[in-house]
């Protein structure tokens, strides 16, 4: 009988416990013995092991993907090394892979039937999806949110990217690797009511 795998996304905006959720999968997957793979973008060079590590403080080991690596590729010499095919994947900050690599994933659920779950965010703090995340929405079988909730009681959607004072940042590369102290999630109306109180903050000097 032929495996029938589904290639998962669950998105969600920073600090929604999505690396949690991942972790507790994986824990979950070892204490059934079932066969995983944990993975993630090789992105955040302030990383000096291979891990996933989540905010609440727990870890594990992981396989890193670098920019230039064949997914299917890997997948089919951790078959070679475990002597079969591996049940399932799990991909931390998804949104950092590119387009051909999620593609490269397809292949590998349609081809040997695993379970790939990919979590990571959905746009970046500009509100504009991400390579790998848009990739994802156009061909992932099933599509989760987990949802957080913004300071104001509404569901958070945007991943403000903040200065010291606090002021959020409109303008920058896509990417730019932080925690808390660059980074807040707040709702649509919260994040537009900011950008406006902003920008009349910054005219009032020239009145």
Excluded at 41 to 68: A, H, K, M
Excluded at 95 to 110: H, I, M
Excluded at 130 to 139: H, N, Q
Excluded at 144 to 170: L, Q, Y
């Amino acid at each position: 009988m032929n495996r029938i795998g589904k290639l998962y996304f669950r998105y969600g905006t920073m600090g929604s416990a999505k690396t949690a959720m991942l972790l507790t999968t994986a824990y979950n997957f070892e204490e059934r013995g079932m066969r995983y793979v944990c993975m993630k973008p090789f992105i955040d060079t302030r990383e000096q092991l291979n891990v996933i590590r989540s905010r609440i403080g727990i870890e594990r080991e992981c396989t890193w993907i670098y920019q230039d690596t064949d997914l299917y590729a890997t997948a089919r010499e951790l078959f070679e090394q475990a002597g079969s095919v591996i049940e399932w994947f799990l991909i931390d900050e998804a949104q950092f892979l590119t387009a051909e690599q999620v593609d490269q994933l397809s292949r590998v659920v349609d081809d040997f039937g695993c379970n790939i779950v990919c979590y990571g965010l959905r746009t970046d703090f500009q509100s504009h999806l991400f390579e790998g995340s848009r990739r994802l929405f156009e061909i992932a079988d099933t599509i989760d949110e987990i949802k957080s909730t913004c300071t104001c009681g509404h569901k958070t959607i945007i991943n403000a990217r903040i200065d010291s004072n606090g002021d959020f940042v409109e303008e920058g590369a896509q990417v730019e690797i932080g925690g808390d102290d660059k980074y807040i999630a707040v709702c649509r109306k919260c994040w537009r009511n900011k950008r406006i109180e902003q920008s009349e903050r910054d005219i009032l000097p020239f009145l």
